[in-house]
C-alpha cells in the first residue's frame, strides 16, 4: 500500500492512493482548518468500520444467511491528553435480512474482531478497548 498526502494550505491536505483515490482532510477552524474535510481521527474509525463491515458480510454470506442491508456505528473516545489516542470504541451493526440467525451473526461479528479485521486487531493490541453490539431485523417483518 502506498499513500502520498499533499498539503493545501492552513491544516487541510489531501491524501492519494497508488490507485487515484482521494480524501480531503481539514481541521476544525479553531485549529486553523475551514472544515474542508475528515479528521485524521475520524478516518480511523472509518476504515475500522470498512474493515469489519467487509468481514461480517463476507462470514454471513459464506454462511448462506441473506443479509439485505449493513449498517455499522462507531462511537470512540479519546484522551483528553495529548497524544489524543483513542481509549475506547463501541462497534453496533444493524443488519437486514430474511430469516438472519443470530448466533451466526454473533459468530461473524467475533471473528471479525479476533481474526480477520486488522484495523480492529492492531487498536486493541495497542490498548483500545473495543466493545461489539449488532440488533438484528428480519425483512420479512416489515
Sequence with gaps: MEIELKWIDGVHFEAADENGHRVPMDGPPEAGGQNLGTRPMQLILMGLAGCTAYDVIEILRKGRQQVEGLEV????????????VFEAIDIHFILRGKGLNPQRVDRAVNLSAEKYCSASIMLARAGVQISHSYEIFDATEA
Design 73 to 84: 456505528c462507531l462511537r470512540g473516545s479519546r484522551a483528553l491528553d495529548v497524544p489524543a
